[in-house]
């Protein structure tokens, strides 16, 4: 048939044809332009009986089946919880394949995917086996149902209830509400003490910054008095101790729940990373914002270095115009009013570190960084 449907000059009447089509043709179609009117109700088939549905005792065992699966959900999560309490979060095992893989982390998702898996395997197994599985028969009608039909609705809603057994089965109710309620706190728990006051928590806060560490000049690793910094100057700067392996860290500066890292490299890099701060050193009248120039040290202020939005170091500073800018998409923070963000798709200023001087006259932490430093989530130091 060519576009415009006529057949193809020698060809069959419709070589698209199927035995549909044909059937139409021989008598199914009224009306006109080979429109059927209606089709012939094919009816439906014989209903078929489900086990459970005529043995008692299939009923049962399907029930059982049904509870034993929401309590593998149960189980998962009761697992998730006492894995968040007891295992350290800096444990690593290396799989083939896989490579070196967080323990924690991996049976996190072990037990999630079995919580998960457990419920739904659980509904699916009961709506097959346990619940109605009549064939129902709803006649069209207009659109709007009339008063008496919405009536009958509910009611048919209300006998689909019953039907279901919800009721009758108690057990399965009580597993099945189990198990969805309980899904929901592992990760309510791991977001709430990932990001919450708490405990383990906080620790999008942490850097490797502790009360009373010096800061060092970068490479050098020499302390810094308020005097090496002259009007207008910038300095990149890393916390005392941050090249020290863990064993020689003076015990106040140990890490609380251990090292990030097996790998001694790996973790005093990743402190590196997350500790980098830019101190810089203003008029004091320049400062816009009281909060600054408390938390500097006559004019002196140190910011960390990682860009708020995807975490490249924030390297140039302008003098003239006191800003910070990324190089990676161009954010700009003005120092002098806290390094908001003035222009990029940076979306927090850089967290300030408050310092002072100790005894001997060097720059100091005050405390450690008080929010979250890096584009979002860091993990600890
Ligand atoms: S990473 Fe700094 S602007 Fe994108």
């Known amino acids: 048939m060519n576009a415009q449907g006529t057949p193809p000059p020698g060809g069959p009447a419709n070589p ?25 109700n094919p009816g439906l088939p014989p209903h078929v009986y489900r086990a459970a549905d005529v043995d008692k005792k299939s009923a049962k065992r399907a029930e059982r089946q049904v509870v034993a699966l929401f309590l593998v959900s149960v189980i998962s999560s009761f697992a998730f919880l006492a894995i968040y309490f007891t295992l350290p979060q ?42 109605p599985d009549t064939e129902s028969i709803e006649e069209r009608h207009s659109l709007a149902s009339s008063p008496q039909t919405r009536r009958e609705l509910v009611e048919t809603l209300h006998e689909g209830a019953a039907d279901a057994q919800i009721k009758r089965r108690p057990l399965i109710k009580m597993a099945g509400g189990a198990a969805l309620g309980l899904f929901a706190i592992p990760p309510l728990v791991q977001v709430v003490g990932a990001l919450g006051p708490l405990g383990k928590t906080g620790q999008l806060r942490e850097t490797f910054w502790q009360p009373g560490m010096r800061l060092m000049r970068d490479p050098e690793n020499t302390p810094i008095r308020a005097s090496d910094l002259s009007l207008g100057s910038v300095m990149h700067v ?122 001997e006259g060097y720059l100091i932490a005050e405390q450690g960084f008080t929010v979250p430093v890096g584009p979002s989530h860091w993990t600890k130091y």
């Not at 999630?112 to 699916?124: K, N, R, T």
């Not at 020689?248 to 701060?277: C, F, M, S, T, W």
Request: one cysteine or more; hydrophobic letters at 40%; a negative charge.
């Open 238 to 359: 890393l916390p005392e101790h941050i090249n020290e392996p863990l064993e020689k860290l003076p015990e106040k500066y140990a890490p609380k729940g251990g090292p990030y890292h097996n790998d001694q490299e790996l973790h005093i890099l990743d402190r590196k990373a997350k500790a980098a701060v830019l101190v810089m050193r203003l008029k004091e009248e320049d400062f816009k914002v009281a909060k600054v120039r408390e938390w500097g040290y006559q004019g002196i202020v140190a910011y960390n270095k990682i860009c708020t939005h995807a975490g490249c170091p924030v390297g140039l500073y302008e003098q003239q115009t006191h800003h910070l800018l990324c190089p990676c998409h161009q954010s700009t923070f003005d120092v002098t009013m806290d390094c908001e963000v003035i222009f990029g798709p940076a979306k927090r200023p850089l967290p300030q570190l408050k310092i002072t001087v100790d005894d």
């Open 16 to 40: 698209y044809a199927t035995g549909h089509e044909v059937a139409l043709d021989q008598g199914h179609v009224a009306g006109t332009g080979g429109v059927p009117d209606r089709f012939e």
């Open 90 to 131: 800096n444990k690593y095992v290396f799989i083939p394949f896989f490579g070196h893989l967080n323990i924690q982390h991996t049976l996190f998702g072990l037990c999630l995917g079995l919580s998960l898996l457990g419920i739904g395997l659980g509904a699916v197994h009961w709506a097959k086996t346990l619940m």
